[in-house]
């Protein structure tokens, strides 16, 4: 509560009456709120705050001194831990020397503000994001991405203010699109969504979000962020499409989504909470035709539960990101398959019937729904699992092998995308990365 109050421009010592969350389930006594009235009174006419400004003052430097280099970073991160800086994984200890270092991948002045990160409210620079891509060992030619991501996420047609600090362990998911992808070395094929030591880009700026999450908008687990599991707590997911298998004629995500031009580097994001496996191809002789549709039912009866994360994003958000490899993307055109067919198969054979709804409890949440295109839906049999056809997002990335597709279940009100910002020595950073790193 302190969070999110902070997060509304309030003092974060603002007075408060609280009460064990057992009290507000269904069926419980709460004439406990009654019997603490006056704490009420007191708190409305009586309380002033402790404290003043608006929370962008510029941190003091911290010193760490020991007898070597390794000790020095032994005790960074121990401090770090001990003031919950840290995500539980070693750090880089953002000294002034490597945050400038990153800041080379600016294209604003450091000090340019991005936003204010839900939910407690902590003020955003481009510096901010430097310090936070530090930490997580990123490189300066990251920091384009990050910073669009960072600006995406603070969009309030995210939902971030509320899937931030919620329990439904919400994570972003943040699809890279444009020749900045194998520029930075960004995955889109084997492996894409794990670790990758030619390609650590991914792990580098989704870590760094996650660690914004945590030290600028309070998102601690049990204190800022109500998220039972957690999810993808470390490096949230990040990833680039794979442009270079797109099958003639299908155009690259941010182009469907956001009208961005193609060659066009940008970002799009969208909130996820969780990840399934779909067995794709067939164990047989099929034609062709039969494993692309057998394939297809299989994908949208993953889809097709009555688990309602997906209302959240039902009228203009996404009830989930459908990945699918090159390999697969291009047998299917070949079959006459395009993005938009994919979505609006998907669509109609993901419908649940009223009568699987009700059994789940479901037409309760449709009828409390603060959208109207929410609660009209309940009279829809069988019931679509989104408003529109085209909220669901198909992406080409993965390997070349024709086994699998991955579905990200959507709980994302929105789908943001951001065109990015280079600063003007960019090819000299891409220069220095194949100096360190090798060729790509």
Known sequence: MTNAVAGLGLAPDASMVTFPIEMFLPGSDISPVEARKREFYDGLTRW?????????????????????????????????????????????????????????????????????????????????????????????????????????????????????????????????????GAQIRLNAGFGCLGPDPQRPAGASIGRALRLLQQNVGGALPGIGTMANYGGVRYTNVVFAEDEANLPPGWAPHATERHAFARGQSSISLAFANGATNIRRRGAKKETPEEDALQGMYRMADFMRVPNMPGLAGYERGTPGILMIPGVVANTMAGLGWTKASIREFLWEHSRIPTEHLRRAGCPAWLEIDSSKVVRESIALDPWPITASPDNFIVVVAGGGHPTNSYWLQGYSPGVVGRVLELPAAFENLLADAERDLGPC
């Not at 007898?67 to 070693?90: I, K, Q, T, V, Y």
């Open 48 to 180: 002033r705050s402790a404290f003043g400004g608006d929370g962008a003052a510029q941190a003091p430097t911290i010193k760490v001194q020991s007898a070597s280099m390794e000790e020095a970073f032994s005790r960074a991160n121990h401090l770090m831990l001990a003031n919950r800086w840290g995500d539980g994984l070693p750090v880089w200890p953002p000294t002034r020397e490597r945050v400038d270092w990153i800041l080379r991948g600016a294209a604003q002045p450091r000090g340019r503000r991005v936003g204010i990160f839900p939910p407690r409210g902590g003020v955003t620079t481009i510096e901010t994001c430097a310090i936070a891509l530090a930490m997580a060992g990123g490189r300066p030619e990251y920091l384009p991405v990050l910073v669009a991501a960072v600006d995406a996420f603070l969009d309030p047609e995210s939902g971030s203010a509320q899937l931030q600090a919620a329990s439904g362990s919400a994570f972003p998911v943040v699809i890279v699109n444009g020749p900045i």
